[in-house]
């Protein structure tokens, strides 16, 4: 990408010198291209499912005479309207919150029943392919935060941890902390992630592997979403990923002060 600037020339009044402002417009540039890519990107997201809603609703007027053709081609419309709903939800979602100010008034949230809502949401998922959900360390656990977001960011994990794991292996989420973050990691057994990929898997719509996350139910932006509530929690979200054993991805959000460790941060000051 080649560095171009904006200029401005402007007649000093009376005075008989011009003041020139060069702008740098690579920044700009860049940001209108991310815009319009993003732009791109929905709307085929929108018209994919939208025109297979079409064909079918064709297909079944055709086959009206044959029931179970009707009952085979509704159901599918049903799954692309479903499609259509994930992808407008993710959306709202997405805009919600980024660029949001970090929180002014949270609420103190239980991790315990962060993960186990999260846990609930893909229990069916996981039976279906037998993959065992295990929860450790959550218990006592609590951050500042708003709890609906950081259920949605815990269910996009371990939604993904599923969808990218094989049969029969095993999902983990661990809770732990340090002096001042509280962690929470999310452990497959899965595909894993190329490690060229790691570094855009968080921007909205990157996937390693489309027709695989639509053919899961992905929309590309669950990543985007966890990563723009991780920092609306004023956390931090990381991967450590190896192909073909597995990847854990960790939230790292601050740590509520307790009121002892006020009182002896007051005592190091005195
Ligand atoms: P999607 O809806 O496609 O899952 P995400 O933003 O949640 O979108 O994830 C982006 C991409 O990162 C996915 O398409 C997938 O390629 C990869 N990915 C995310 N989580 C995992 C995981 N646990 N294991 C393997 N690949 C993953």
Redesign the pocket.
């Known amino acids: 990408d080649s560095t171009s600037f904006a200029v401005r020339v402007a007649p000093l009044g009376g005075t008989g010198l011009v003041l020139v402002l060069a702008e740098d417009q690579t920044e700009r540039r860049r940001v209108e291209a991310v815009r319009r890519d993003f732009v791109a990107n929905i709307s085929h997201e929108l018209k994919t499912p939208v025109g297979a809603l079409s064909l079918l609703a064709e297909t079944v007027a055709d086959a009206s005479d044959d029931p179970e053709a009707v009952r085979r081609f509704t159901g599918r419309m049903q799954q692309e309207a479903a499609r259509l709903t994930s992808v407008i939800q993710d959306l709202i979602t997405l805009s919600r919150i980024q660029g949001a100010e970090p929180m002014a008034e949270p609420d103190e949230i239980e991790i315990e029943t962060v993960v186990e809502e999260a846990l609930d949401a893909v229990r069916m998922a996981a039976d279906s392919k037998e993959i065992e959900l295990i929860a450790s360390g959550t218990e006592g656990m609590v951050v500042m935060g708003d709890e609906g977001l950081l259920v949605t960011a815990m269910r996009?994990l371990v939604a993904?941890?599923v969808?990218?794991s094989p049969e029969r292996t095993r999902v983990s989420v661990s809770v732990g902390s340090t002096d001042t973050t509280v962690d929470i990691s999310v452990a497959?057994q899965?595909?894993?992630?190329p490690q060229q990929d790691l570094e855009r898997?968080f921007e909205r719509f990157?996937?390693?592997?489309a027709a695989r996350?639509r053919a899961t139910g992905?929309?590309?932006?669950?990543?985007?979403i966890v990563k723009h509530i991780t920092t609306h929690h004023r956390g931090e979200v990381t991967v450590w990923s190896k192909e073909g054993s597995g990847?854990t991805f960790t939230l790292r959000l601050p740590r509520p002060e307790t009121r002892e460790r006020r009182r002896s941060a007051e005592r190091t000051y005195r």
């Open positions: 996009n993904n941890a969808a990218y497959d899965g595909i894993g992630i898997i990157y996937r390693v592997d996350s992905g929309t590309g932006l669950g990543l985007a990847s």
